[in-house]
């Protein structure tokens, strides 16, 4: 699946923006994304409310390559839950197509098996 037309629209070419409302590890951020990296976390709420960006409403950003605390300095390779509850994947600070794969398409099967 592709992201909603509406969120790509909201997210200016110059690569400049916020993920408004985000739960990440330590509660909810309006997080900063600048030329493909994490610039800034502030407290929801706290970005200017007439700057470009994403209202999450709570959706979950996570960091791609291993899950962990999006920090301030990462790439902004995330894993992003949309409002709608969809999860797509944020590469360089750009929404992609796609849903987060699941663990055992990746992994294998969890029991072992080659299914």
Do not use: Q, Y
Not at 24 to 31: A, E, K, M, T
Not at 56 to 64: I, P, Q, S
Request: hydrophobic share 35%.
């Amino acid at each position: 699946m592709s992201a909603p037309t509406c969120c790509l629209a909201r997210i200016p070419a110059n690569g400049k923006f916020w993920l408004k409302a985000a739960r990440v590890h330590d509660g909810l951020r309006d997080i900063r994304i600048e030329n493909g990296h994490v610039r800034a976390l502030v407290p929801a709420g706290e970005s200017p409310c007439c700057a470009p960006g994403l209202d999450l409403d709570g959706g979950e950003v996570r960091r791609m390559e291993d899950g962990g605390p999006v920090m301030p300095g990462d790439p902004a390779d995330l894993w992003v839950t949309l409002c709608g509850g969809r999860t797509v994947a944020m590469r360089g600070g750009r929404l992609e197509t796609g849903e987060r794969p699941v663990a055992e398409a990746t992994n294998g099967a969890a029991d072992g098996s080659d299914r």
